[in-house]
């Protein structure tokens, strides 16, 4: 029988420092990521079947599924569910199942505090966390993982939301002696925090360069498609820009298409992705009066080092 590694699991075995690691060095490897797969599952319908393939040769490969069915929301059920493949490359002998939600949350938090390893001011304690979905705590931990985080800033739409983010992170262990507390003036929090890390829906710019200090840097990983935006204009084009891929984000991003198709960036805007930290080829943040932005879309690379390390953990512990 194929092991199924649940959320809990997953959770238990990718603690971010390990995670994060994991990611630096795949980075720096050869792996194969096409594209992922984008298909309408009916002509009428709005559900959608997404498939990333990634594979390194020689060694494994995974494929994580995805679906997306807005109509679930009348049924009182996610509206997203995903499962993760990992197989061997030379006999394609399924190795694991794993629980896609979990694994995709916990990647994304580590790669923004990769990023933030090289990006964000080596003394920044002020993070302010802007959204209130399931990937919000994830970030915060994430970011204290790499960072001196003293204070914690919380914002929502709904004040209500941004409480019940405020108590998961003390669910989840954050430091005590990080002070947390939600905000309701978003420019007010913004002008004070020196990482700003952004994980919304948003279809109209939440973050502006009007209110952002020198030196802050900021983490956009919400706006997945063209018709998103998490920063303004000015902001992007005053920032030094670096990418998670350069194929997704400047293909998918809405806080780099849309000011690119209005001229107000070139493509030579963005400086480096990921691999180009991982391996040196970049040295990140320049000076500490300067103000970086990360943005992400994910990539099947980042499933694959972290299906992996999952799969050695339990291996190597006798789990599966």
């Known amino acids: ?30 792996v194969h990521a096409p594209r992922r797969h984008v298909h309408a599952l009916s002509d009428h319908g709005s559900s959608t079947l997404l498939l990333m393939p990634v594979w ?10 995805v679906t997306v069915t807005p109509e679930n929301r009348n049924k009182a059920m996610p509206t997203v569910h995903g499962l993760f493949v ?3 490359v030379a006999t394609g002998v399924p190795l694991a199942l794993m629980d896609g939600e979990q694994l995709t949350l916990r990647r994304t938090a580590a ?3 990769m990023a933030s ?14 959204g209130t979905g399931q990937l919000a705590p994830e970030m915060a931990i994430a970011h204290c993982d790499v960072r001196p985080i003293q204070k914690i800033t919380v914002w929502g739409r709904d004040p209500h939301n941004a409480l019940a983010t405020l108590h998961a992170l003390r669910r989840a262990g954050v430091d005590p002696s990080i002070d947390i507390q939600t905000a309701n003036d978003l420019s007010a929090a913004t002008s004070q925090a020196d990482i700003i890390c952004c994980a919304t829906t948003s279809k109209a710019p939440l973050v502006f360069h009007a209110d952002v200090k020198s030196g802050t840097h900021i983490d956009l990983v919400g706006g997945f498609k063209p018709d998103m935006r998490e920063a303004d204009d000015a902001l992007i084009a005053a920032a030094s820009v670096f990418v998670d891929t350069f194929d997704g984000a ?4 809405g806080d780099l298409v849309q000011p690119m198709t209005a001229g107000r960036i070139s493509r030579t805007h963005v400086l480096a992705e990921l691999a180009c930290l991982a391996k040196g080829k970049h040295g990140g943040r320049a000076n500490e009066a300067e103000i970086t932005l990360f943005k992400s879309v994910g990539t099947a690379i980042e499933d694959l080092a972290a299906a992996q390390l999952a799969w050695h953990s339990l291996r190597d512990n006798q789990r599966i």
């Not at 390893?117 to 802007?130: I, N």
């Open 1 to 30: 029988m194929i092991p199924y590694i649940d959320s809990e699991l997953l959770r238990r075995h990718l603690p971010y420092p390990a995670l994060i690691s994991a990611l630096r060095d795949i980075f720096c490897e050869s």
């Open 250 to 253: 400047l293909a998918e991003a």
């Open 117 to 130: 390893q090289y990006l964000s001011r080596s003394d920044s304690q002020h993070l302010l966390v802007v």
């Open 86 to 88: 990992l197989m061997d």
């Open 56 to 65: 390194q040769d020689s060694r494994q490969l995974g494929v994580k599924l």
């Open 111 to 113: 790669a923004s505090a």
